[in-house]
């Protein structure tokens, strides 16, 4: 049984550039969430997706958006790059529009220059 | 609004000590509460969590955590440590309600031999 899996594993991109982030959910699970970890920091939630639509949203700018697709599976996308977006980008997967139960995939590394 | 905060960012401990990772929690509705550790270059994952029931939870690796309402924590703990249980420990908090997480800003553990 595969659990989350994203890729790709590692990214560098310069800052105005535009990036997408993808993620499959664990078998069976039909929730995804995403969240940024700076370095040495704990992960901040970006958004979640249930039924293909964004349900919940953290503190982050509309550079910050998303997409689920019909399989479950999820994209990230984010905007205008900033030096500031340089993090591990987690996803999460879950069933049912909860958390109590939630399964993370082994992030991809973002760089920006 | 609920947050969490970890009072020790990093814990020197030696090999076959026992530890206690500290976490506090700060919320207006009932909570669900997780341990997470990360692994160098890994994504999270789950050592434990409390949803309801028994306040004494026990995961995995021989960790246990103590829900206490009254003081607002959910402290970590184990009676042994390895090396191996060197990683950054994540405390986070839920709720039944809504489907975010708000994780802790860490705590790097380190075992010395």
């Known amino acids: 049984d595969a659990g989350v899996t994203q890729s790709p594993t590692h990214l560098i991109k310069t800052r105005g550039q535009q990036v997408t982030l993808r993620c499959s959910p664990k078998?069976?699970?039909?929730?995804v969430s995403w969240y940024q970890q700076a370095l040495g920091q704990g992960p901040q939630f970006i958004f979640q997706?249930?039924?293909?639509?964004?349900?919940q949203r953290g503190n982050f700018p509309d550079r910050f958006s998303g997409h689920q697709f019909p399989n479950y599976s999820s994209e990230l996308n984010v905007n205008a790059l900033l030096l500031g977006d340089s993090a591990l980008y987690l996803c999460?997967?879950?069933?049912?529009?909860?958390?109590?139960?939630?399964?993370f995939g082994p992030g991809t590394r973002l760089t920006v220059l | 609004a609920q947050s969490v905060t970890q009072l020790d960012s990093q814990v020197p401990v030696f090999e076959e000590a026992p530890v206690e990772l500290r976490c506090n929690y700060s919320?207006?509705?009932?909570?669900?509460l997780f341990w997470y550790v990360q692994y160098p270059n890994q994504g999270l994952q789950l050592l434990l969590k409390?949803?309801?029931?028994?306040?004494l939870v026990k995961g995995i690796n021989g960790f246990e955590a103590e829900f206490n309402k009254s003081q607002t924590s959910f402290h970590l703990r184990k009676p042994s440590v390895h090396i191996s249980d060197t990683a950054e420990y994540f405390c986070?908090?839920?709720?039944?309600?809504?489907?975010?997480?708000?994780f802790g800003t860490g705590t790097s553990l380190t075992v010395i031999p």
């Open positions: 999460a997967s879950s069933w049912g529009h909860t958390t109590d139960t939630q399964y």
């Open positions: 078998s069976g699970h039909d929730t």
């Open positions: 997706y249930y039924e293909e639509e964004e349900r």
């Open positions: 919320s207006s509705v009932s909570v669900y």
């Open positions: 409390y949803l309801s029931g028994s306040t």
């Open positions: 986070a908090v839920s709720s039944p309600f809504g489907n975010q997480f708000y």
